[in-house]
């Protein structure tokens, strides 16, 4: 099982852009989420998860991704989700050692 650690930062000024080395879109569905804990359906890359979250300890909390077929993804996305579907962009910025 595998530790998320949560790191959000806001940024003042829009020169972070021009270090973007890659920009990701993912579409996210949440199914459940009960006492902290969630579950979730992501598409990115062309690639399918489901993803269970833990509760925050924390900035860390468990959480396992087991891959899935992308066509089962869309119809957990669909059908699941009640409408709790979000499209995000990750944008990638390397810092020192950090990617």
Known sequence: MAIEIERKFLTVAEGWRQDVVQTKVIL???????????LRVRICDGQATLTFKGRKDGLRRE???LPMEVE?????????CDGRILSKRRHLVPQGDLI
């Open 28 to 38: 996210d569905g949440l199914m459940m989420a009960v006492g902290g804990r969630k």
């Open 63 to 65: 959480e396992v991704e």
């Open 72 to 80: 089962q993804a869309r119809i957990l996305l669909d059908h699941h």
